[in-house]
């Protein structure tokens, strides 16, 4: 799991942490990049230049970091929102059919199975989760206008949890029934 924020490793070539830090030679610093497509982040160092102590180093890392954009939401969101509304919903449903508290029953799956096949799979299509907001929750009520005032709520709760979708309270990567 990704970390929410980092520092980053400074160090000197050659050389271990306890060892004294020498004014003369080049720092460092080791931090870890989230990639697109990537499951996993890359390991990255950067050099920072000459710095006399390992204190003036780390701040010159923050500030490298902050130059690179390391710990921006945008970055992380952009290089971790690869997942689509139907991969995601299918994750959802795999979890509310196997969780160990209060699993639900089949006939409730069979139901929402109904739901993402017939009205949100066609609707939403490949979209990335990224790409699916307020905007986009509206239109697909719209979509569905002609059904029942409840199925209509149930439906669009279920495209915000199921799928994910940050249109309530923020709500991401949220899985419940």
Not at 6 to 12: A, L, N, T
Not at 22 to 50: I, N
Not at 93 to 122: G, I, V
């Amino acid at each position: 799991m990704r970390r929410a924020y980092q520092k980053g490793y400074v160090f000197q070539k050659g050389r271990k942490r306890s060892d004294a830090w020498q004014p003369e030679e080049p720092a460092f610093v080791q931090f870890w990049r989230d990639v697109p497509g990537q499951d996993q982040p890359t390991k990255e160092a950067v050099h920072l230049g000459l710095c006399r102590t390992r204190t003036i180093a780390e701040r010159a890392a923050a500030e490298k970091l902050e130059q690179l954009g390391i710990n921006s939401t945008q970055t992380f969101i952009e290089a971790t929102t690869n997942i689509t509304f139907n991969e995601q919903a299918e994750i959802w449903l795999k979890e509310c059919a196997n969780r160990k508290k209060r699993p639900l029953e089949q006939t409730t799956l069979d139901t929402r199975r109904y739901a993402l096949d017939k009205w949100m799979y066609p609707f939403f299509g490949d979209k990335l989760l990224a790409n699916i907001h307020n905007a986009a929750m509206k239109e697909f009520v719209n979509h569905i206008a002609d059904l029942s005032p409840a199925t209509i709520r149930d439906y669009r709760e279920h495209c915000e949890v199921g799928g994910s979708v940050g249109t309530r309270r923020g709500r991401q990567g949220a899985v419940s029934a």
